[in-house]
């Protein structure tokens, strides 16, 4: 069975975050994102408890990101994962 993207990222990052706690309080927990990896980050934030959420060069919206520097790329299909970070 294939699973989606979007599915796959959030339980990855879920799955590290149990294993951080195996090795620190959540109140020493830091989860960090970078670009792509920022709404995965903000989206775990969202979901469980941490010191911080750091995120480095986030963007607003997955899909305004790729409309705006590929906009040919929505005409050939569509984005089955958004990764928010508003």
Request: zero cysteines; hydrophobic letters at 40%; a negative charge.
């Amino acid at each position: 069975m294939v699973r989606r993207p979007k599915r796959t990222m959030y339980e990855d990052a879920l799955a590290m975050y149990h294993h951080a706690l195996e090795y620190y309080d959540t109140d020493e927990v830091f989860i960090y994102g970078r670009s792509i990896g920022s709404g995965v980050a903000s989206a775990l934030a969202g979901r469980v408890e941490a010191k911080e959420l750091l995120l480095e060069t986030p963007y607003y919206s997955l899909p305004d990101v790729v409309k705006e520097k590929y906009p040919l790329v929505l005409l050939v299909f569509r984005l089955g994962f958004h990764l928010p970070n508003h």
